[in-house]
């Protein structure tokens, strides 16, 4: 007979199989970490549009 | 005794902050047009605002947030859309082994599919390095909020890029073989840390 999906022997079991060790996750952290690094920082390092300068320096003489 | 310490004035903070308003505009917007009006629009609305800004409080969160309302302001406005995949080219001209970029390039892919608060949330804390009490500041959520939208983008993204789901794609397969390749190299400087 199938195990009802309700039956806790049959549920136990596959969340335990599914739970991921932690240095995986950590591992996976670090790589993220790394590779948004490298999407986003050059973004941050691109020099900034005159205009805006302007706009601010325009202000700040106000 | 008296301070010595020359403050910094309101436009010398903006401008320090602008390449941290960029990398959280583009994380928003998705896309790098987009991404420079929105700070030029946030610019404004701070110099128009400037009268209500309490020296020695947080700068940048009162800075990060109105690039937020202005963000959420735009969209109620537009109801458009944008790029999906708009990454910065810079990242493919990198020195990068070319498995490398592609596992980069899926993964800025995967960016693009999170909801717009789990990504900001995630690249103000992984990229700026900013706290989780600085984040619900800077986005004016509670705490519990902050770290959830964090927890949440890292288990998602994880979920995509290796490859957990039914979605993933043939090259986010491959990307996933490479990941697992650098997850091993990670996971032995993790137990070298």
Known sequence: MMPKANDPSRSVAPKAAQKKPRKT???????????LHDIFDNVAHE????ELLRLIEEDRKR | M?????????????IAILPKLRIQALALTRNRAAAEDLVQDAVCNALSAQQSFIPGTNF????HRILRNRFISNLRKRRDTTDIDDVPSSVFATEAPHE????????AAAMTRLPSDQREALVMVVVHGMSYEALAESTGCAVGTAKSRVFRARRQLESWLL????????AGRNAAALLARRLAEGERDVIRA
């Not at chain 2, 940048?60 to 800075?63: D, E, G, I, L």
């Not at chain 2, 970029?101 to 993964?107: D, F, G, M, Q, T």
């Open chain 2, 2 to 14: 008296t301070a010595d310490i020359m403050m910094p004035t309101f436009h010398d903070q903006i």
């Open chain 1, 25 to 35: 996750e950590a591992a996976f952290d670090l790589w993220l970490q790394k590779g």
């Open chain 2, 163 to 170: 490859g957990e789901t039914k979605e993933s794609s043939k």
């Open chain 2, 100 to 107: 490398d970029r592609l596992a980069l390039k899926e993964l």
């Open chain 2, 60 to 63: 940048p969160a009162w800075m």
């Open chain 1, 47 to 50: 020099p900034i549009p005159e």
